[in-house]
């Protein structure tokens, strides 16, 4: 066993008092300068008082020594055998270790390596390391701070240790069982059982805008570890609980969830993590079972790092924060299965001239340069303003259904043609929400298969699952009036949700928004640092004929999708649905009397977005939302919210579009991303020198475009007005990559 803190020799303790006594009082009486002979006399006071004067001045050095002899005295005294308690104790713990090196030779190369690096790093740093830090030398003396740390910090010790040896002689079973439980505890002991007062570096970031706080009533709140407590003494309570209770057999433990009042809230971790892999009870609802979201995602934790056959999934779900999120949220609506959130960045931009209202757009990205490009964009737009304009808004679902033959197919469509029979349809949509109103029916025929698009607007929702429930609900009233029909399938893909399809593009899907804006010359010349007449060109050239070239569907502009990505992250879309969303393309024309204004416009027919349900419940996603006013459904016109969302996406797409395109013409893209969205001493930099800028630059070649005619000039060299006009026909028609300022990287033509 571990030794403790020894209660010292009465004995001893006595000898000792006494010697230092007499040492104390000889020194003083051999140093005291007294005649004893005037002891008695009238004259004794008055004498005494000028030695002691005598004494203070004369004798200031035997005041110190005196002084070292008293500290050295209670140094031997009580504090002595602290630190021979204290090595023996250390020398206990490597002496414990090492017998577990030596009982686990015979395993596996692998196993032995994972678990002594687990003990290593769980045990020793964190419980030697305390002592080391509360067994400093006392010859400087010992404040009562001091005294407690190392009071506490043997007490954890203590209860860690007995709790090991515990564990290890408890039942009659083998080596190897023996030190997966150890593995098991010294897992849970290193991940979340010490507080984060002990494990600063391990300490999650709360990214949410609500602390976790729920959770904490009933028995669960008491049995498991839901929240961290407020107290030290709160903590040892836990751990004690943790750790001093041995895991129970599982058939007891399944007798106890089956009867006992809290089920399987009563049961301690390891005991949960026994069911879970003995399949009696199932990973995905621990949560339920639990009756605590937190705590259920803290045992699911333990039981996917024990499934791992090596030690990087552990190591991984450490780094993978999962305190301070409330789950309760989660549960049944945004994700399953889960141990943990993922932190994303989330930058500002803005503000935004929309619609004469000033919006500070979020964006959730990981892409440097893509949050300052639209800002960007939305200086550029700040006076002018951006318009903006719905001119479409209905959410689609569309099954397929199979007849007998084609003739029945075509006898069924066109009945669905007829108004009749559609305000029959629409009726029974119409039934199943309070916002599902059915617009219209688009129908295709592919031998006897008949493809039905529903489409119907959904208030301020996204709209899938409304439509989903509708749609169905609508497909058994058909049943009934066509006995002969199959439901193959809800969703038969000509919705089309999530995948590339022209009839999004064709036909709309979600909201469809146009946005326009008139940028001045001035603000172009200034803040874009380029031209109208290039940005014209350079739009015709790569949004419209590159596209083409490519074959693109809907994909007619620079970059629509990094904008509608980061702003759905942000706020609680489904980012999946940047697929359809991003179809865009995007115009410019001269304007105004010289042409030396950019009028733009970016026309987007299936921005698919909602402001309730979904992730939009989540807190950080929710203020996110708040922040751009259209939280929640609108309290006088459902859809209201949702529009006006789907609004700022086509203005922040706008201000995006203008901006990379302002980077292209000028020549600005590489450096921009050299400077922030990798290192500077990147490979484009190494090798030109220690300047990027003068490295890796895209500039417009004018005087010496290499796709031109040469020179007729002998020195190959050209006029001032033959530079002019190359600058204002073709200023970023060709772009070369110049890694050097002295040569181009090719010859001329």
């Avoid at 550029?380 to 679902?397: E, F, H, Q």
């Amino acid at each position: 066993m571990l030794p403790l803190e020894e209660t010292q020799n009465a004995v001893v303790y006595r000898v000792r008092v006494v010697a230092m006594t007499g040492l104390v009082l000889v020194h003083t009486f051999c140093r005291w300068p007294v005649d004893y002979s005037v002891a008695g006399s009238a004259r004794a006071a008055q004498y005494i008082s000028s030695e002691w004067l005598k004494l203070v001045v004369a004798n200031i050095e035997q005041f110190v020594i005196l002084a070292i002899v008293l500290a050295l005295a209670i140094k031997y005294l009580f504090y002595e055998d602290w630190e021979e308690n204290t090595r023996i104790r250390k020398t206990y713990l490597q002496e414990l270790e090492r017998k577990f090196e030596e009982a686990s030779e015979s395993e596996s190369v692998d196993t032995n390596t994972s678990e002594r690096s687990t003990l290593r790093d769980c045990v020793v740093p964190q419980v030697a390391d305390d002592m080391d830090r509360s067994s400093n030398s006392t010859d400087e003396g010992i404040s009562l701070s001091t005294i407690s740390q190392r009071r506490m910090s043997a007490s954890l010790e203590r209860r860690m240790t007995s709790s090991l040896e515990r564990r290890l002689s408890a039942g009659a079973k083998s080596l190897p069982s023996h030190r997966e439980r150890l593995s098991r505890v010294v897992d849970t002991f290193s991940e979340s059982s010490w507080p984060e007062m002990f494990l600063p570096e391990r300490a999650d970031a709360e990214v949410q805008t609500e602390a976790y706080s729920s959770g904490t009533t009933g028995s669960g709140a008491k049995k498991g570890k839901v929240v961290p407590p407020d107290t030290l003494e709160e903590e040892t309570d836990r751990e004690t609980l943790e750790y001093e209770r041995v895991p129970r057999d599982i058939t007891e433990c399944i007798r106890i969830m089956k009867g006992d009042q809290d089920g399987a809230a009563s049961l301690i971790d390891e005991e949960i993590v026994q069911l879970v892999e003995a399949k009696q009870i199932a990973c995905h609802q621990l949560e339920k079972i639990l009756n605590n979201p937190f705590r259920g995602v803290e045992v699911r934790r333990q039981v996917i790092g024990n499934q791992g056959k090596s030690p990087l999934v552990r190591r991984a779900l450490h780094s993978l924060p999962y305190k301070h999120y409330d789950y309760k949220l989660v549960m049944g609506a945004c994700c399953e299965n889960v141990v943990g959130y993922m932190p994303v960045p989330v930058g500002v931009v803005g503000p935004l001239n929309l619609d004469n209202n000033m919006v500070h757009i979020p964006m959730a990205t990981t892409e440097g340069c893509l949050v300052a490009s639209t800002n960007r964009g939305c200086r550029a737009l700040k006076d002018c303003g951006v318009t903006t304009a719905i001119t479409y808004d209905g959410m689609s679902r569309g099954p397929v259904v199979r007849f007998p033959s084609i003739a029945r197919a075509t006898e069924v469509m066109k009945w669905l043609e007829t108004k009749e029979n559609f305000d029959t349809v629409k009726k029974h949509f119409d039934s199943t929400s309070r916002f599902a109103r059915l617009q219209r029916l688009h129908m295709r025929l592919a031998g006897r298969q008949l493809f039905i698009r529903f489409v119907a607007k959904s208030g301020d929702a996204m709209g899938m699952n409304m439509l989903s429930k509708a749609t169905e609900f609508s497909l058994r009233r058909l049943l009934d009036i066509f006995p002969d029909m199959e439901v193959v399938s809800l969703s038969g893909n000509l919705c089309t949700d999530k995948k590339p399809a022209a009839i999004n593009w064709v036909e709309g899907r979600g909201k469809s928004v146009v946005a326009e804006a008139v940028v001045p010359a001035h603000v172009v010349k200034s803040v874009l640092k380029t031209s109208t007449s290039a940005l014209v060109d350079l739009n015709i050239s790569k949004n419209l004929v590159g596209s083409s070239m490519a074959a693109s569907i809907g994909g007619f502009n620079a970059h629509a999708a990094n904008i509608i990505t980061a702003v759905y992250i942000a706020t609680g879309q489904d980012a999946a649905q940047n697929v359809g969303s991003s179809n865009c393309i995007t115009l410019m024309e001269p304007w105004g009397r010289d042409g030396e204004d950019l009028y733009i416009t970016c026309t987007m027919p299936s921005i698919e977005v909602g402001t309730v349900g979904g992730g939009t419940v989540l807190p950080a996603q929710s203020a996110c939302l708040e922040m751009l006013g259209v939280k929640g459904p609108h309290p006088t016109n459902p859809g209201e919210n949702a529009s006006q969302l789907a609004r700022i996406v086509c203005g922040a797409v706008l201000a995006g579009e203008l901006s990379l395109m302002s980077a292209l013409a000028a020549g600005h893209l590489v450096r921009s991303h050299l400077r922030h969205n990798r290192s500077s001493a990147g490979p484009l930099c190494a090798q030109g020198g220690e300047n990027p800028s003068a490295t890796a630059n895209i500039q417009p070649q004018s005087s010496n475009n290499h796709l031109a005619p040469p020179s007729p000039s002998p020195q190959g060299t050209s006029t001032p007005q033959a530079k002019q006009q190359q600058t204002s026909n073709s200023t970023s028609a060709t772009s070369l990559l110049d890694f050097s300022s002295e040569k181009p990287p090719c010859a001329p033509l």
